[in-house]
């Protein structure tokens, strides 16, 4: 092969971390501190202290991030946010609160 006319293909690779996607807790008046702590903890294994300081962000803004990770594992946590059940302290309570999956 002649020097002059070979041509040497380059790849160049790259890792990508995969997307990663926030499950959001949105608030209402349905719910209680006592069950917003106590779900945090069960389904996203916060410590009371860190679930209670969620619970008042949830209050004042509307909105809190409460984990942050890959979209099946982020999907799977809102499902069970959704699948908690009413607040048994609140009569008018009907069911769960709301988790929505937003990505980073």
Known sequence: MDAGT????R???RTRLAPRWNVL????????YPYVVEMLG?????APGK???????????GRVIVWT?????AEL?????HAYGADPRIQRS???MTAVVEPT
């Open 42 to 46: 069960r389904v996203f294994g916060h």
């Open 25 to 32: 807790l949105l608030d209402d008046d349905d719910h209680s």
């Open 11 to 13: 790849v160049e690779e």
């Open 94 to 96: 009907a069911g769960s």
């Open 51 to 61: 679930a209670y300081r969620l619970a008042q962000e949830v209050d004042a803004s």
């Open 77 to 81: 946590k809102q499902e069970q946010v």
């Open 69 to 73: 990770g890959s979209l099946e594992v």
């Open 6 to 9: 070979a041509t040497e293909e």
